[in-house]
Structures are given as C-alpha cells and as structure tokens.
C-alpha cells in the first residue's frame, strides 16, 4: 500500500501545471513558448523539432522501457530534493531568462557556458517542459545527474523570480566527475563545454531503430557507427561530423575518415591583429602536408596532403576560436598566451554552404550567444553575450549581473565560443 501511494504522489506530481510549486520550492515550469511574448522561440533552434522526439516516424528515439507499465513523465527523486541555489530574490532585469549567476569562486567560465546554453531555445523547452525525464540514463557514470542539475538550474533561471542564483549542486556533480572543476581555479569555458556536451549526451540517450546498414553512404555509416542507435536531443543539436581525407602525392591514393564534434576549434591566421571567421574556417579547412604517411597503394612512406571537409552540419553550430597557445620561446616552462585578435564575425546570415560537402536548407545561421574571456592566462575574466529568443534584444551575462547591450558590442577582441542556430527558410 506505501508502494502505491508513493507511485501515485509522483504521478500527481508529475501532471501538476506549469509554474505549481513542488513541496520542496523547486517549480516544474512551462516552456518559454507558453509565453505570448515568446513568439521568437521559433527563430532558428525550430529544427530539429521536440515533438518528433516521440514520433515513430524518421527517427523514433524509442525509449528502451515499457511505457504501458509507467507515466511517460515521471519524477526521480533527485527531481524532488530541495536544492541550494542561495536565490537573491527581487525584480529581473527585463523578464524571463534573465537571471544572474553567482561567481562561486571563479566559476564565471561555468557561468558563462550555462548563460549560453540556457539561451538555446530548443534546450530550454526540453528542460523546462520536462520531456528529458523520458530520457534519463542511468547506466552512464554520471547516472543522469548531470543533465537532472542543469536541468534544474534552468527551470530556476526561467522562473522570472530570482535576481540570481547560484549553482552549488550543479558544481558539486560536476566535481564528481572531472577533477578539475571541483576547486576555485580558473578553468576554461572550451573544456569545461566540450566535456559538458559529452556528459548531457550520454545522460539523455535514447534509442532509435538501427537503420540499414547497406543502404548507407560512407559519411552515415560513420555517424551510424559512432551513435550506436543511442541518440539524444544534445546529439542532434550540437553534434557534427567532420571527414578527413589523406592523399598521396605519388600515386594519387586516398583515405577518408570521419570524425563526430560538438564544437569546430579554428586556429586564427598567424600574426593578424583582425581577421574574419571566414578566414578561420578557410584555415581550418586548408591542406595540410603530411610527412611520412604510410600509403595503403604504394606500400611505402610518402608525403601526402590531408583535407577536411564538414560532412554534417549540427543545427546548433558552436565555433572554439583557439586565442590560448604555448609560448615558443618559453616552451620549457609550459607558458601560455593569448592571442587579441579582433575577429570580425556575423551576426546573420552566416552561409556555410561553402564550407561543408552536403548543402541542406539549414546552412543559414544566426548568432544567439557569445561566451568571451578577457584578460590572460594569469588572470582573466569570463562572461556571456546572450540574444533573448523571447525578447529579441541582447544582454550581457556577467555572473550576478544582467544588462541590456547594443548589438554593435557583441563583435570584440574577446569573443572565445560563438553560438550558432540554423535559420528556417521558408
């Protein structure tokens, strides 16, 4: 009877309606589009779309339990607990999705990858209307717990309560996992995403219906290979797939390999003080020789050049620029610099039709988010320029602080990790 009542408590629980406050505090709140102002939402993170997520159709991401025997929404009890975000209740900035973060001790690097992840539209509907529940992964090492945090802290920056928060419970289960993270050492906002998007991914898996393999082309192949039938909303946001192709300089023979990333890492063009993305792209994308490669044709070590080429495009497109480099001259002691270059980037419209091999109607993107780092190795400062899906004005994330910015001072020298959606094109 206890067994009952407690299956049925949850499942009230998890029916209750959007903004209904749990016992502990922690509210189960609606999507940004429950909003009338929220009309934006539908800008450029509308594919893929979240209702197909429990389609039988394309791409069924069928979850490996029985729905028949359990709600499809219920709440684990990490989802109940009472959690210490230290809230500084009072007026928010402008609305919804406008809250600060608390500076735990130099956790701004942190802060400002949530600010930017907590202005991916799509992201945020999936947590804030619960639907990630169907998909928690228990078998991960990090048993779901990373995806139920950031989850939660999203809800809370959506409430329209709280002037900011802080995410003690969520760097607590990151330190778990990544050693790194746990202190009050700067980090950096490049690892700490790269490894993030690897953890909510494997935290939110679903699987699909294995395709057939024989009527795969090479580059689907390697993504059917690389995913394992095992998908997640992260997955097909975020996730790309570049391929490398090695050829040889004598008989002409080539190799191709394919290669998944969540985030494309461009070098910047050696002693530029300015430069544009394209020319980083163009970069990263250029030949490069390769000394001694082993052709498979000519039996023997030759030259060779290899090319990349981006084999699939993610709809959330994330751009690393690599301004951090060891120092040649103090290449012994292990110092590092950072490179100023101003780089002069989009806003809108930026066409990767050039850039990649296949050329779908998505391969329009506009920004939406900026994480920037300021200052030097030795001492620098992290923050977010964020674009308001709902509100369609930009703002500065500087850890507690939210302001209002012109578009105009989203460009500086200071940009690290731009943001991407595909546009809808009718």
């Known amino acids: 009877m206890e067994c009952e009542r407690k299956r049925k408590l949850a499942e009230a629980r998890s029916k209750r309606k959007p903004y209904e406050k749990e016992e502990d505090g922690d509210a189960y709140m609606g999507s940004p589009t429950d909003s009338t102002e929220s009309a934006g939402l539908n800008r450029s993170q509308s594919t893929p779309n979240i209702a197909k997520l429990s389609s039988d159709e394309d791409e069924p991401p069928t979850p490996t339990f029985d729905r028949s025997t359990k709600p499809s929404k219920v709440v684990p009890p990490s989802e109940l607990r009472h959690r210490d975000f230290q809230p500084v209740w009072g007026d928010v900035v402008s609305g919804r999705g406008l809250t600060g973060l608390k500076n735990l001790g130099n956790t701004c690097y942190m802060n400002s990858i949530i600010q930017c992840l907590n202005n991916t539209a799509i992201l945020v509907a999936y947590f804030c209307n619960g639907q990630y529940l169907e998909h928690v992964n228990r078998s991960h090492s990090t048993r779901g717990a990373i995806a139920e945090e950031l989850a939660a802290v999203v809800r809370a920056l959506w409430s329209g309560q709280y002037r900011f928060i802080a995410t003690k419970d969520l760097r607590s289960e990151v330190g778990k996992h990544q050693r790194a993270f746990r202190g009050t050492e700067q980090q950096d ?21 294995p395709p057939h393999k024989e009527s795969l082309g090479a580059s689907e192949l390697a993504w059917h290979e690389y995913t394992k039938s095992k998908e997640s909303l992260v997955l097909r946001l975020f ?26 890492s461009l070098e910047l063009p050696a002693h530029a003080s300015r430069c544009t993305l394209a020319d980083c792209l163009k970069l990263y994308l250029n030949d490069e020789m390769v000394p001694g490669w082993n052709c ?33 001259k103090e290449y012994m002691c292990n ?5 100023q270059t101003y780089i002069d980037f989009p806003l809108e419209d930026l066409d990767m039709r050039q850039f990649s091999l296949q050329c779908p109607e998505n391969q329009i993107y506009n920004l939406y988010a900026v994480s920037n780092h300021y200052g030097s190795m030795e001492g620098g400062h992290y923050t977010a320029y964020c674009k308001s899906s709902v509100y369609g004005k930009w703002y500065k994330f500087d850890d507690h602080l939210v302001t209002e910015i012109p578009a105009s001072e989203v460009r500086s020298s200071a940009a690290y990790i731009l943001f991407y959606s595909a546009c809808s094109r009718s």
């Open 189 to 209: 906002s490049h690892e700490f995403l790269t490894i993030l998007m690897d953890w909510l991914h494997l935290d939110l898996q679903f699987t699909i219906k």
């Open 239 to 264: 996730y790309g797939q570049i391929r490398s192709t090695v050829r040889c300089s004598v008989c002409r023979a080539s190799s191709a390999t394919y290669d998944s990333f969540s985030n494309l």
């Open 296 to 328: 498979p044709n000519c039996k023997e070590k030759r030259d060779a050049a290899k090319k990349l080429d981006i084999s699939r495009l993610p709809p959330v497109l994330v751009i690393h620029f690599k301004r951090f480099y060891v120092d040649p």
């Open 335 to 339: 110092a590092y610099r950072k490179k």
